[in-house]
């Protein structure tokens, strides 16, 4: 399964969501992102994934490595892409709760753990 997820920027801040409850991996923090469809390009599904999940449209800047990662019960490939914040009002559509923190702060989250090596890359990154 092909996930993509989105480092979203505002100013000098990133946009973290934690999963809900009911959700897979619940209360773990995440990019905001999901399953590329059949037929789906990377970019355009995270794009479509941040406008469902958040209400916002954002700009594409970066893809970053990605990482494959098997939980207990399933396996992903994640596609991280570094983003900038463009327009619309933030609103949670599923997930329990965000931050806005620097690449320092990001660290401390508890993330699923597909994403500690994507947290740990962004770290290295320069814009
Ligand atoms: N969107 C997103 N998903 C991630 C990240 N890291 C990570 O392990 N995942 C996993 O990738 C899977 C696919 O994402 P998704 O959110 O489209 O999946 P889904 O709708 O089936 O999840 P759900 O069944 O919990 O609603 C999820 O099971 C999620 O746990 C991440 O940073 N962003």
């Not at 209360?27 to 941040?50: N, T, Y």
């Not at 399933?74 to 463009?86: C, G, M, R, S, T």
């Amino acid at each position: 399964m092909r996930v993509t997820c989105a480092i979203i920027q505002f100013d000098s801040k990133i946009l973290a969501v934690q999963r809900s409850a009911q959700m897979k991996l619940p209360l773990k923090w995440e990019f905001a992102g999901g399953k590329i469809e059949p037929g789906e390009s990377e970019v355009d599904c995270i794009k479509r994934e941040v406008l469902e999940e958040l209400n916002i449209n954002i700009e594409v800047k970066k893809r970053l490595t990605p990482v494959t990662h098997a939980y207990p019960d399933f396996k992903i490939e994640l596609i991280p892409f570094i983003a900038d914040y463009v327009s619309g009002e933030l609103k949670l559509k599923e997930h329990a709760d965000y931050v806005l923190a620097d690449k320092e702060a990001l660290l401390q989250l508890d993330w699923a753990e597909a994403d500690i090596r994507v947290v740990r890359e962004l770290k290295e990154y320069k814009n």
